[in-house]
């Protein structure tokens, strides 16, 4: 166990407790056909090299291929990652998201009238093999919160918290 076996395993800890829903340690390790020990060793960087199964781990975290050797070898941090061409920099939690769902609708609603104002962009997600009813469910809820948001970012009077 050395400086970079620990950093990986505290960035995989933390990508695992991001997840949303929330992955337990067992949950992660099922998933990925390892024991419970195994996940636990990771995350804590007992481990002497980054192996197939750290690097299993990274994947179903969302970490780009060649990612976890990157972090252990000290050559890529959070905050200089360049991400390969044509993929986005989100966290793991939201690519874990992304891809664990099917995308029902997806929108851009602007903060105010200027492109400077910014954007919050939606993805709306739902189970994959949904039933009809369940996606009509989904979807009168988002129209509500659509217009919640819509709503907000025409508020010119909203409250600084």
Known sequence: MDEGTKRLGSRLQVARQALRPRISQPEAAAAIAVSRGTIQKIEAGDFAE???????????????EGEADRIA???????????????????????YELRASETLEAGVIPLG???????????????????????????????????????LSSDDEVAES
């Open 113 to 151: 009238p200027d492109e400077d104002d910014g954007h919050i962009i939606v993805v709306l997600q739902g189970r994959k093999g949904s039933s009809p009813e369940e996606l009509a469910r989904i979807a009168a809820r988002y129209r509500k919160t659509r217009r919640l948001l819509q709503a």
């Open 73 to 95: 070898r000290g050559t890529s941090t959070a905050d200089d990652e360049q991400p390969e061409p044509g993929a986005l920099p989100l966290p793991a939690a939201v690519e």
């Open 50 to 64: 980054v192996n197939k199964n750290v690097r299993k781990y990274a994947a179903f975290l969302g970490f780009t």
